[in-house]
């Protein structure tokens, strides 16, 4: 996979957020100062009735699994599974609650996902569509039962739309298919996330994900 894709995969799954300075989306904070030289700050989407946007989807908060409660390989897989279902719901509704629950706040690539959906919000915007279908799973757990560990997972996210101003058209996402790896921690309670990147089918974290330690480096730029 050349870096323009993978850089393609990280912008769909972290939200290539539309704001007035042009389309700014994680995908840049994994790039190089060069690439993202390159951006033209410029907004110049067609202006739209904004009575002719799609209404924000999906708006039904997925049920949190039992398994997630459990000090074990499935609790870990079952909390990763259920931040990526909750991801579309947040964008549409604004409702961070789920991530929040899920996510470690050491995890800066984690809290930007957050700050991107407030941000969304605050402006008035929401997203349409943007699912994640989670397929297979492995987790690579430290210690018996273990207290932290490495969870990979498949999965495929539908085409999303980000409607950050409702006068103005949308930013369209592709679909994509890829794989995610996540530190899982377990804080004496629950999993919680403690840094993902995009990785390649039989590889390790790709140099546009820059791997666990780049993706927490990544998410300092933020601000």
């Not at 809290?111 to 915007?125: D, P, S």
């Not at 799973?137 to 273990?146: D, I, K, L, V």
Request: hydrophobic share 40%.
């Amino acid at each position: 996979m050349s870096r323009t894709a993978q850089r393609i995969v990280i912008a769909v799954i972290a939200l290539a957020l539309v704001v007035s300075m042009g389309a700014v989306g994680l995908a840049g904070l994994f790039s190089s100062p060069d690439d993202t030289q390159a951006q033209d700050p410029a907004d110049t989407r067609a202006a739209v009735d904004p009575s002719s946007q799609p209404q924000p989807s999906p708006t039904a908060k997925p049920e949190a699994p039992a398994g997630m409660a459990q000090q074990s390989p499935e609790g870990a897989q079952a909390t990763l599974r259920y931040m990526l279902d909750s991801y579309a719901y947040m964008m549409a509704t604004g409702d961070t609650e789920t991530w929040e629950g899920s996510i470690s706040p050491e995890c800066q690539v984690c809290v930007q996902f957050v700050a991107n959906a407030q941000q969304l919000h605050t402006q008035g915007g929401w997203s349409v569509g943007g699912e994640f279908t989670v397929g297979a799973m492995t987790f690579q757990g430290n210690g018996e039962p273990p207290a932290s560990g490495i969870a990979t997972a498949e999965f495929h996210q539908a085409e999303q739309r980000i409607i950050d101003d409702p006068a103005k058209e949308a930013a369209t996402m592709p679909e994509v298919d890829a794989q995610i790896q996540a530190s899982m921690v377990w804080d004496g309670e629950r999993w919680r996330v403690g840094d993902m990147s995009i990785i390649e089918p039989g590889t390790g974290p790709s140099d546009a994900g820059g791997g666990a330690g780049a993706a927490s480096d990544a998410g300092g730029a933020a601000g």
